[in-house]
């Protein structure tokens, strides 16, 4: 089978690469494909080649048969590409410019996807998580972001959670992790009392194959509400995952995800658990990106 070649546009930014890195590699986990990572044009550059003019850039590359992208800065080039290559466009969260300039939109629920056909809502973004054959029911993992657009930080608050949950089975052992938006002062104050069955790893000891190395094998994974990504990313896993409170500054399309997930069953809120002790792993698999490949491939590559 003649490998399927893929440009996967990128703009820099982590977030993005790991929805665009995880479309491509369940791609490939399908059929032979080949990845290349096309140089963005500047917006000019972009607009002069959908109007028509000269484009100078991609003149070795193999000819695509996809393209995709993540993030705004991505677009343009996604649809010059298209243009220019005739190739179907495949765009990663809602885009700023029209739905149909695309090909295929991949699209949170709680971003309130439109019903059109080139339109496949997705349960939050995409990411290059696997599901997991080697969790381990005794090890756990605590994920600590920090404030955001959506939520606020209560300190006190978040640590008595933490509190519960390590008191709550003493069998089990803990590994700790922040992220770039979790406060210094999270820290710096350390943990009363000290359990030997936590190990604190902040996220600057941390590399990019240590999230996904550490979700291969944690059966129990506690996220912080402000970390959502990281909660698709710990069910994608397998884990049976909890979600610890932070204030919510208003409701948004992110905490409505988040209350979407919990009336499913996916994720226990913190609350909830109090009252009942107990995560239960998902009963179904959780890959977006499996799926939307899957999608790709038998509409447009079988």
Known sequence: MRPLVVWRFSDGKAGHDNQSGGLTEALARLRPVEIVTPQRLTPIAALLAL???RLTVWPDLPAPDLLVGAGHG???SLLAARRRRCARAVVLMRPSLPLALFDLCLIPEHDAPPIRAN??????ALNRIQPSSNLESRQGLLLIGGPSAHFGWDEAKLR??????LAADPTMRWTLTTSRRTPTSFLAAGHDPVDTRLTVVPVTAT???WLPAQLARAGQVWVSADSVSMVYEA???????GVLEVPRKRSSR???GLDKLAGAGWVTPFADWQRQPCLK???QTFNEAERCACWIVERWFA
């Open 254 to 256: 992110i905490s409505r």
């Open 160 to 165: 008595a959670q933490i509190a519960a949950v």
């Open 51 to 53: 109007a028509g003019g």
């Open 235 to 241: 069910l994608t896993a397998g884990a049976a995952v």
């Open 74 to 76: 991505t677009h343009l």
């Open 281 to 283: 792993r998902p009963s």
């Open 207 to 209: 590399g990019p194959d």
């Open 119 to 124: 339109v496949l809502a997705t349960r939050g």
